[in-house]
């Protein structure tokens, strides 16, 4: 024998081994990513071996007949539908390893397929031609119902069981529950369908039952009919249903797919309802228990996945059209319809519009709120035949060829709020039959309009929206100031407060007195102070409730000294960037006291301030943050020192600030030390309170004192 | 080496390519032309790949989360359990608490008396809602909302459990939901940012918030969330300098998008391009945003509807109207947060503060997005991280008194976009501890919020660190009956 040949018979041995191994082992097997790939041409492989195997067979069958004996092409195409058998092996047992198919069926299918190849490889391997061997030929004979077996294990995993008799039904639409729906053709039709039709139709009547027909189904079977109106403990198929699952007579039967719990009892509630095929969700009332249960079995409504059967547009069109003014999107991947929203209100012109017909077809969402839309651009709106939802807030429109948009033939939801669109134009657009809803809020429609058009054509959920209560007192807002963040105030800097609404009128007060509606200053215009001022300013409105006080305090920048010390350190973590901040003239806030702030607890504050001239100071003010709840009370005693050289200070003045009597609102106070004099350098040593008042929550406790800045004016 | 760099570039340009599909880079509007198949109806087989579209028809487009922060009580919000007035001041029975862990603020604690609502509860709507008496606009509009009192998380301290609800994990590593919804879907107007952040701070007890919980995480920094500043100016340096007009800005910004690419072909850092969208994104913000931060111009009646703090930049009901103007325009995720509900003590003093803050203003949020035909395709949320327990932390007296954290269930709501309006989900039991029907985790929420904005919450991943990371993680299950 040719070497070649050897080696071909020994590789197709060597394969079919392989073959049988992988198939014993196939549930330890792991394949390489590309393998699986190569079993995805198993189902193009596998038509080889069938129609080769299949005409050599015959060929076989037939070999007398021909004029010259074809026992060379016998061989070869053993030979061939062997290799093409064993190499469709492979694939499907790699194709296999996807998963998802039925246990038995794949067990039968691909211990055939290893016959068929086995079986081949004996055929191509033992055959020589011109002879007959019986065997041979009862081994080929063998080979075709194998074959066949085969190929029809595999059609049923593709199509699945019992595909050859079942009858596919010509239209799958999912059906649309609306409440009209027969609520035995919603939910319990759906239940027979899934567990029963298989066994109770027409091709296949067990127990003589056919429950494909409504007829037949009422009819009942050989045990008469399967369900007692208004009775489930008498009805057949309550009582099949019931039994024991070992029962032979339980339904359905052991093996197929059971009746849910749930299932069970809509079944049972509905015969006991009466067991009407007629009735629909709409004549129960909506609280109905019943209703309500049976609505839940009711499968997901796909409504939003409407299938629009028009082509997509083309990709470079779309690119065209779009700016960054536009936007064109479908509505979801690989959806051919579009929606369309024009953002910026300078970018639009009508031109832009009538370029968007182009679309015309494949727009179904159209968004031109804000946008100065006219009556004249509704022109090319209505060329949009497919639109479905058309927003044209706040446009310009003002319903004036409104009877153009019949032509969006399917138009559903229509938004008009803030435009000037009247009554009659709405009612040009109910002739629209597929018209649902119509925002028409702060239009030109009014509230008794409105009412009116809601019961002459209740078909359509008019929206209104909601009135503001002009009678209702709402408090104001305090008065704001212009400038935020600036507390501490040069000569030329103004005190200016603002207010955002309009028609708003602010009284304020300088001297610390709660301003008042009717007697304080009015504020005109901006103002300056020379000292450190507490202002507290409102704001007033006929008609509205007087806004919170707001309670503000400013300083007077004052001469900086030219360098401090000091004394006494903070306590952690009060100790920010030391000195320093005394001076720098940045305020702290009360609400973040580890920022901008010095603490003191268990010490008290002594710091020293020089300068390198002599200043003439009037008054020493020192900024402290008040926030009761959490100890931080106004010091005990203040006493500022001062003298001309940094050696000799002597006690100017001593104060002791005003403690509270009960809790108060957190603020900045200020306390101001006279000390009118010239001085180069001044020394403030502060006390804080060190035993918290009987009222206070944490009586008897150290307080708090916390400083952010301190000026020599 | 280069072999690595331009390997690295390819992979990393080639799906970030994609993703930013949809947002133009400078005047190219490359869009659907470079993704194969986007127009032409057929369903192609990437689809784990998000290319700036929904994968379904979604029902809602945008969502405007109204973020609580500090964990308002549901005790004295949404849900009402009269048992713990009756039962007040005796102690949580341990066959409720079941082993349920403390903070180490109640640890010590060696009672838990029980304490009611100080505040009355009413019914609203037809679906006889119980809402208290702090929350009356709220009430009104019930018909609308979907109460869900059985959201339940893991985490029982602020910071873990904020980053858990926003990021999906209690470690802070990974992107916000906002920035998910970036990634998946672009944003409607290019020329606002796709999610926006407003913060705004109650009087109450307040913890902070930070930029972990709205981060992009290891997604491109073009999905971070933009904090729009509370004070006059919302987006800080937006507009031109002195002596710049917009021509030359553009003509400045060409050349540096210039320059910046050829920086590009030499590091290949895809933060490069990110860089040049943001510049493009500034310019283009400099005509959109102005005209809906001024709030100058809103009519009376819209002052009204949200209150007069809304005239006030900062506030919670000023931030609504921002939101709901920010939401209209396009922007994808809006989000707010409101500081100041982590009442441990005062809460009787504090919680209507804070409940005043947000009543009228959330309500006429929803109202005003329903008036404009905007509330069925916008999804708004209320709610904050956990709940509050139904048991004292400190001193309980008859007037006042405080509440620690409880994850085990709490409430939140949701209206407009795809949920189910005027119904009540889930239920908990009698002493408002621990759930008795139809859990909701926060994957759960988070993946029937990804289901009504059309992305399925298994397939939005992104691949870093070798695992493909998604926002629900490897949990997550839609919770039908919320669903529309």
């Known amino acids: 024998m040719k070497f070649s040949t050897l080696m071909l018979r020994y590789f197709l041995l060597s394969l079919n081994a392989l073959l049988v191994f992988l198939s014993i082992f196939s549930n ?12 995805k041409l198993h189902p193009l492989m596998l038509h080889l071996p069938i129609g080769i195997l299949l005409i050599v067979i015959l060929i076989y069958a037939v070999r007398n007949k021909f004029s010259t004996p074809p026992g060379e092409l016998i061989r070869f195409l053993f030979y061939l539908g062997a ?63 194998v074959i066949v077996a085969g190929s029809h294990f595999g059609a049923s995993l593709t199509h699945g069981e019992g595909y050859l008799v079942i009858e596919i039904p010509e239209n799958k639409t999912k059906k649309i529950v609306t409440d009209s729906t027969a609520i035995f053709e919603a939910v319990i039709e759906p239940i027979l369908e899934s567990k029963c039709y298989s066994c109770h139709n027409e091709k296949k009547a067990k127990g003589q039952l056919i429950m494909t027909s409504m007829q037949s189904l009422l009819e009942g079977g050989k045990h008469g009919k399967i369900w007692v109106a208004g009775d489930p403990l008498n009805s057949h198929i309550l009582q099949r249903a019931a039994m024991d699952e070992g029962n032979k007579k339980h339904m359905p039967p052991k093996g197929k797919p059971q009746l849910t719990e749930l299932e069970i009892k809509l079944l049972n509630d509905w015969i006991k309802m009466g067991a009407d095929t007629k009735k629909s969700f709409a004549e129960l009332p909506k609280s109905d228990s019943f209703r309500i249960f049976a609505a839940s079995f009711i499968p997901k409504q796909q409504d939003a996945q409407v299938q629009y059967n028009f082509t997509s547009a083309s990709p470079s069109l779309i690119a065209r059209l779009e700016s960054p003014y536009l936007s064109i999107q479908p509505l979801y991947q690989g959806s051919p319809a579009l929606r369309v929203d024009f953002l910026i209100r300078e970018g639009f012109s009508p031109s832009i519009l009538k370029e968007l017909n182009k679309l015309a077809v494949q727009v179904v969402e159209l968004n031109l709120s804000s946008m100065p839309v006219k009556d004249e651009d509704i022109v090319a709106i209505s060329k949009f035949t497919n639109l479905r939802y058309l927003n044209l807030n706040s446009s310009m429109v003002t319903g004036k060829g409104f009877e153009l948009l019949k032509h969006c033939a399917h138009l559903e939801v229509i938004s008009l709020s803030g435009t000037k669109v009247d009554p009659g134009s709405l009612i040009l657009l109910t002739s629209m039959k597929q018209l649902k809803k119509i925002y028409c809020w702060n239009s030109a429609t009014s509230m008794a309009d409105v009412n009116d058009l809601k019961k002459k054509y209740p078909d359509i959920d008019w929206e209104y929206g909601y009135i ?89 920048r004052g001469r900086k000294p030219d360098y401090s010390r000091l004394l006494e350190i903070p306590d952690k973590p009060y100790s920010a960037n030391s000195v320093e901040l005394l001076t720098d003239e940045k305020k702290g806030e009360t609400s973040d006291l580890k920022s901008g702030w010095l ?22 003010v020192i900024s402290t943050a008040k926030n009761i709840g959490s100890f931080v009370m106004p010091p005990q005693k203040i006493e500022v020192w001062a003298g001309k050289d940094s050696m000799n200070n002597k006690l100017i003045k001593t104060i002791y600030p005003v403690q509270p009597k009960e809790y108060e609102p957190d603020r900045i106070e200020a306390y101001k030390v006279v000390i009118d004099g010239a001085y180069k350098s001044v020394r403030v040593v502060i006390y804080p309170v060190r035993s918290l008042p009987k009222w206070h929550g944490g009586k008897g406790e150290k307080a708090w004192i916390f400083l952010d800045e301190i000026f020599f004016n | 080496m280069q072999n690595e760099f331009d390997k690295y570039r390819l992979n990393v340009s080639r799906r970030r390519f994609l993703a930013g599909a949809s947002m133009g880079l400078g005047s190219v509007a490359l869009g659907s032309l470079l993704v194969p198949g986007l127009f032409n109806g057929n369903k192609d087989s990437e689809l784990a790949l998000p290319v700036g579209l929904p994968q379904f028809a979604p029902k809602a487009k945008r969502v405007i989360y109204l973020f609580q922060n500090g964990a308002p009580s549901q005790l004295e919000s949404f849900d009402y359990k009269p048992l713990l007035n009756k039962m007040a001041g005796q102690d949580l029975p341990a066959s409720i608490r079941m082993g349920q862990r403390l903070t180490g603020m109640t640890s010590s604690q060696d009672k838990f008396p029980l304490v009611g609502s100080h505040f009355k509860f009413n019914q609203y709507g037809k679906s006889g809602a119980w809402i208290s008496e702090l929350f009356p606009n709220i009430g009104g509009i019930s018909d609308e909302i979907c109460i869900v ?187 707010l947060y409101h500081q100041g509900w982590d009442q441990h003590g005062n809460l009787v003093g504090e919680m209507p503060m804070q409940a005043m803050d947000v009543d009228r203003a959330s309500a006429a949020l929803i109202k005003d997005l329903k008036q404009r035909g905007l509330l069925d395709e916008t999804l708004v949320i209320w709610g904050g991280e956990f709940g509050r327990t139904n048991y004292c932390q400190g001193k309980i007296s008859k007037d006042n008194y405080g509440r620690d954290h409880h994850p085990r269930c709490y409430s939140i709501w949701m209206a407009g976009g795809g949920v189910k309006p005027g119904i009540v989900y889930g239920e908990t039991d009698e002493f408002g501890y621990n759930i008795t029907k139809d859990p909701v985790s926060v994957h759960d929420f988070h993946a029937t919020m990804l289901h009504l904005m059309g992305l399925n919450h298994e397939q939005l991943t992104y691949k870093h660190l070798g695992r493909r990371y998604r926002l629900t993680d490897v949990e997550g299950k839609l919770v039908e009956g919320i669903m529309a």
């Open chain 1, 83 to 145: 290799f093409t058998a064993v190499i469709t092996a492979l694939f499907g047992l790699f194709l296999s390893q996807e998963g998802g198919y039925d246990e038995q069926l794949l067990f039968n299918h691909q211990w055939s397929g290893v016959a068929i190849s086995t079986i081949s490889a004996i055929l191509a391997l033992s055959y020589e031609p011109g002879k007959h061997v019986k065997i041979l030929s009862m081994i080929m004979v063998l080979l075709v119902p």
């Open chain 2, 149 to 335: 009192k059985t959201i339940h998380t893991d985490a029982i301290n602020h910071d873990p459990a904020l980053t858990f609800f926003q990021t999906g994990a209690q470690q802070g590593n990974r992107p916000s939901m906002g920035a998910w919804l970036s990634y998946g879907l672009g944003s409607e107007n290019k020329n606002l940012p796709s999610f926006c952040v407003l913060l705004s701070k109650g009087k109450g007890n307040g913890q902070g918030v930070y930029s972990k919980l709205w981060t992009n995480g290891f997604l491109d920094s073009s999905h971070q969330g933009v904090v729009f500043s509370s004070g006059e100016d919302p987006v800080l340096y937006l507009n031109n300098p002195e002596g710049q007009d917009q021509l030359s800005r553009r003509g400045m910004l060409d050349q540096l998008s210039k320059l910046n690419e050829v920086s590009f072909k030499n590091f290949g850092d895809p933060e490069i391009h990110n860089k040049i969208q943001q510049y493009e994104m500034a310019y283009r913000m400099q005509t959109a945003v102005p005209e809906l931060t001024d709030l100058s111009k809103e009519p009376e009646h819209i002052i009204r509807m949200y209150g007069t703090d809304a005239l006030v930049p900062g506030t919670y009901a000023a931030n609504c109207l921002l939101a709901r103007k920010l939401s209209e325009a396009g922007v994808r995720f809006v989000q």
């Open chain 1, 599 to 620: 603490g003191y607890r268990m010490g008290h504050f002594d710091a020293k301030f020089y300068f390198k001239e002599e200043v003439s100071l009037h008054q020493v």
């Open chain 1, 28 to 39: 330890r097997l792991k394949l390489p990513y590309s393998l699986v790939f190569a079993g």
């Open chain 1, 468 to 556: 503001a209560d002009t009678s209702e007192h709402l408090k104001l807002t305090s008065p704001l100031l212009r400038n935020d963040e600036q507390k501490v105030l040069g000569k030329n800097d103004a005190i200016e407060f603002r207010h955002p609404m309009p028609g708003v009128s602010i009284r304020y007060t300088i001297d610390g007195r709660e301003p008042d509606s009717a007697s304080s200053p009015v504020y005109d215009k901006a103002f300056y102070i020379s000292e450190a001022t507490r202002v507290k300013a409102i704001a007033v409105r006929n008609g509205w409730i007087t806004s919170p006080v707001a309670d503000l305090s400013f300083f007077a």
